[in-house]
């Protein structure tokens, strides 16, 4: 009798594990659904952010001095033809493969356009990209966005990002724009856009910081602002600025930004995380990046592939 009588509490214990376990796994559940919308807001945001990384990058090429010839340093799988009506440099720039760092796919067309009487690497410098079903696909996940509009981009003091390191200290590149980004479940929406990239470092080991310009509201310091593939407003603001390195494929390293939503305001990415998860160290390259959410009382730590 004794025996059977310690045997009935055992099963009274075991009946409430299995009930704060069935607790604990349906919050689990619920706060999947709290995170999916801010984890693909993220997602889609690098996808852009890598784009506009991509576009300045080769207006640098074809814009090399007078403009008037093809890109000295033609970028991976794109063609141009170039043109002059008026006063005006015009870029044809068509893609059709992967960027030559091999982070992302790209199809589409760019046209750029620049005033013939100045030069790119003059300090003030003013050219404008048209963005016709610029198609950017990430490598790590495959997934396109397609851009359509314009941005306008300022060489703000002057100088050749191609002698960064040399002959030039630091080169400032500003852009500014607004588009439309249709995403793969084929929603499209409006995003602004105003980052500044400042390329310094010596030649080889390259650095390259991103900031945001932007202000909308209450908000400053923002890089992207605009609506989710859900159609609700948000603003993206850089904390500490973003840094990338020419030899770690130029993905970002180091810094950090915020994700407002309504109701979901204490969403934080932070760059510099490896496959483990876990911090880069000395000239290790990153792969990931930490996205800390929180919305209606729930919680959590993602980590994303760049």
């Known amino acids: 009798m004794k025996t059977r009588n310690s045997f009935i509490p055992m099963i009274r214990v075991m009946v409430v594990l299995l009930f704060l376990m069935a607790g604990c796994n349906k919050i689990t559940e619920e706060s999947s659904g709290e995170s999916s919308s801010i984890q693909q807001l993220t997602v889609d945001e690098m996808t852009v952010d890598g784009a506009d990384d991509d576009l300045s990058d080769d207006l640098n090429s074809f814009f090399d001095e007078g403009g008037y010839k093809s890109g ?3 970028p991976c799988n794109v063609t141009d033809s170039v043109s002059v009506e008026g006063d005006t440099i015009i870029h044809t720039l068509k893609y059709h493969g992967a960027n030559c760092q091999g982070t992302r796919n790209r199809t589409g067309t760019v046209v750029l356009k620049m005033h013939s009487g100045q ?6 410098a003013r050219a404008i990209a048209t963005l016709k079903n610029f198609t950017v696909a990430r490598a790590s996940n495959n997934k396109p966005v397609v851009l359509n509009g314009t941005i306008t981009y300022v060489n703000l003091v002057g100088g050749r990002v191609s002698e960064v390191g040399s002959t030039v200290g630091q080169v400032i590149l500003q852009g500014r724009g607004s588009f ?5 479940n084929q929603t499209t929406r409006i995003w602004q856009m105003a980052r500044q990239r400042v390329f310094t470092g010596a030649l080889g080991s390259r650095l390259i910081t991103t900031t945001g310009l932007g202000s909308d509201g209450s908000y400053n310091f923002l890089v992207f602002w605009g609506y989710t593939r859900s159609g609700t407003l948000f603003h993206s603001k850089i904390i500490d600025a973003i840094a990338h ?3 770690c494929n130029k993905l970002p390293g180091t810094g950090t930004k915020t994700l407002h939503l309504p109701g979901a305001n204490n969403n934080t990415v932070t760059y510099g995380y490896n496959s483990m998860n876990k911090p880069v160290t000395g000239s290790e390259c990153p792969s990931r990046a930490k996205l800390e959410w929180e919305a209606t009382g729930y919680s959590g730590t993602l980590y994303l592939e760049l």
């Open 72 to 74: 000295l340093m033609l």
């Open 119 to 124: 030069k790119w690497s003059d300090a003030g």
């Open 180 to 184: 439309s980004v249709t995403f793969d």
């Open 245 to 247: 390195r020419e030899v």
